[in-house]
């Protein structure tokens, strides 16, 4: 069989696996903090002993994460932060470790303690943070964290904890299949106190809709070429077998 088959396939494999990442991108296109994957293709040459390589197979590849910032709006809610430039939030991941995170819609559970919205525990200064039950919360630009007792008035706003806010080497940040973020080569980054954030306003993400679907229908087209590679093969092949039951 025609070695052209397996490269057609391989071509039909990677198109594939690309649409899967784009079609990801568009499915968190309102999830809040999320930054998109780059995909990229190249062509890997195949050698058969010394030359040149007569054939060259398709790769897909998803080389980096988009770190560019999304869109920012205004909330109004008291526990909702985004972040100001470069920087993370850092949270608890969910195998115990220490990971980070751009999604500011922060709450607090029926303990007190501070999550981010798919539940992840929030670090402060040491550790979880756990908020008293109180009348009002607000967070500073700093990260702080201010509360009014039950029971107090306004005038009596007392800091509790501080977010971790960590600011690491965009280059060395890695983005993990659970879409938290983690350095290359630290488990746990030290806090950075110029690291800011705006109260009252959450970060969408940075996918861009029309660029994204554009891709996956590019993709497609290119999907369906191979197919069509593949099966104009296999007709060649059918051809030459009744070519030699002639002779």
Do not use: W
Not at 74 to 93: E, H, M, P, W, Y
Not at 97 to 108: I, K, N, P, W
Not at 120 to 145: F, H, R
Not at 211 to 238: D, G
């Amino acid at each position: 069989m025609d070695k052209a088959l397996y490269i057609a396939m391989t071509g039909a494999k990677h198109n594939m696996k690309a649409q899967a990442n784009h079609a990801n991108n568009m499915a968190n296109v309102n999830t809040t903090g999320f930054r998109a994957d780059f995909a990229q293709a190249r062509s890997m040459g195949v050698y058969y002993g010394d030359g040149q390589p007569t054939r060259a197979y398709a790769l897909t590849e998803s080389p980096a994460t988009d770190f560019a910032p999304g869109r920012v709006q205004q909330t109004g809610r008291d526990l909702d932060v985004a972040i100001n430039g470069d920087g993370f939030i850092a949270v608890q991941s969910p195998e115990g470790g220490e990971a980070y995170t751009r999604a500011g819609d922060l709450q607090l559970d029926a303990n007190g303690l501070m999550r981010t919205g798919n539940g992840l525990l929030v670090y402060g200064n040491n550790g979880p943070i756990a908020v008293p039950p109180s009348s009002k919360i607000a967070i500073g630009k700093d990260g702080t964290i201010s509360i009014v007792a039950q029971g107090e008035g306004p005038e009596n706003l007392v800091e509790i904890d501080r977010i971790k806010l960590v600011n690491p080497n965009i280059a060395q940040m890695e983005k993990s299949p659970d879409g938290l973020f983690r350095h290359a080569e630290i488990p746990v980054l030290e806090a950075d106190a110029n690291v800011q954030v705006t109260s009252g306003a959450l970060e969408g993400s940075n996918v861009n809709t029309v660029e994204a679907f554009t891709e996956i229908l590019s993709l497609s087209r290119q999907y369906e070429l191979q197919v069509k590679l593949m099966q104009t093969v296999k007709e060649h092949s059918e051809s030459s077998a009744r070519l030699l039951q002639m002779s």
